[in-house]
């Protein structure tokens, strides 16, 4: 049987820990749960008040581990890893809640609000960027203000604004995304592992796979879409925004048209049904094979 593929991705509901945690996490503030109203743009950035005595460059921790990222000496786990507890700037900008025309026919800006900038990945999702240090932050949007919060609250905030990533640097020589699961996991401060590297998953896949007749055996591996790209053109390991996880359905030979396709749309349903999948995994690459 000739190899056939599949990408599948789709919104995944939240799970209920974290449904209850963006409780503190709602829209009309900021990452640090102060309010956007009345905040002027021009006050200076977030870190000289809530981190009087921050730097605003990258923490060490996090840049060592950022720099043996782009050497390949670390995979995407540890740089998630070393991103909890930190703390990273989301940029805002101004936007006009209010105007009025004058005398002289001109509009005036008579009231502006604060809003957090997201952006548009490669697969149309919507992503928070954030950054680790001022200068890269200012560096990518010169109108935007950092607006700085620990990790933990930032991620709360991408996903209560509907953001499935954050990209972390965008711009910069290393832009690592981090995807949901993972911003998730920063979300409830607790470890991640790979979909593709996780026991559970794999697991899990079996099971679905041992509900189809026509399933031999369910592989998973790395995705195509796992790794991101260096500035100067290497391929680093991880940082990508997907499809994170490869899956391959080995089936029984000779199957018909119509059992082929049973077979496909059963096991999309179980994988959309799966409480595991959801939580654990972003985005998938389906491909099927001959035993």
């Known amino acids: 049987m ?37 905040r002027n743009l021009g006050e200076g950035t977030s870190h000289t008040h809530q981190y009087p005595t921050d730097t605003g460059e990258t923490e060490q921790k996090l840049a060592r581990v950022l720099e043996m990222f782009s050497h390949g000496e670390a995979g995407e786990e540890d740089v998630v890893q070393a991103l909890r507890g930190t703390r990273v700037f989301a940029p805002v900008v101004a936007q006009l809640s209010q105007a009025h025309i004058t005398d002289e026919g001109l509009v005036s800006d008579k009231e502006s609000d604060m809003a957090l900038v997201s952006i548009q990945a490669p697969d149309g999702r919507k992503a928070l960027p954030l950054f680790t240090d001022v200068d890269a932050l200012t560096q990518w949007h010169p109108q935007a203000r950092p607006v700085a919060a620990d990790i933990r609250k930032t991620s709360l905030s991408a996903v209560e604004d509907e953001n499935q990533l954050m990209v972390v640097n965008p711009g910069q020589d290393v832009t690592f995304v981090v995807r949901r699961p ?13 979909s593709y590297k996780d026991d559970a998953v794999a697991h899990e896949l079996t099971r679905i796979g041992a ?33 994170e996880l490869k899956i391959t359905l080995v089936l029984r030979p000779a199957l018909t048209r119509e059992e082929l396709n049973a077979t496909v749309q059963g096991f999309q349903q179980l994988l959309a049904a799966s409480t595991v999948v959801s939580e ?10 001959s035993a």
Request: charged residues 20%.
């Open 182 to 194: 993972a911003v998730w996991a920063l979300a409830k401060d607790e470890p991640w592992v790979p």
């Open 2 to 38: 000739a190899e056939h593929s599949h990408e599948h991705h789709s919104k995944r509901e939240l799970p209920a820990h974290i449904q209850a945690q963006l409780a503190s996490a709602g829209r009309e503030t900021d990452t640090g749960g102060q309010p956007w109203s009345g």
């Open 211 to 243: 509900q189809l007749p026509a399933v031999v055996a369910v592989r998973a591996s790395r995705g195509q879409g796992v790794n991101t790209v260096h500035a100067s053109g290497r391929e680093l390991d991880g940082g990508g925004h997907g499809p």
């Open 280 to 289: 654990k995994v972003d985005s998938v690459h389906v491909a099927l094979a």
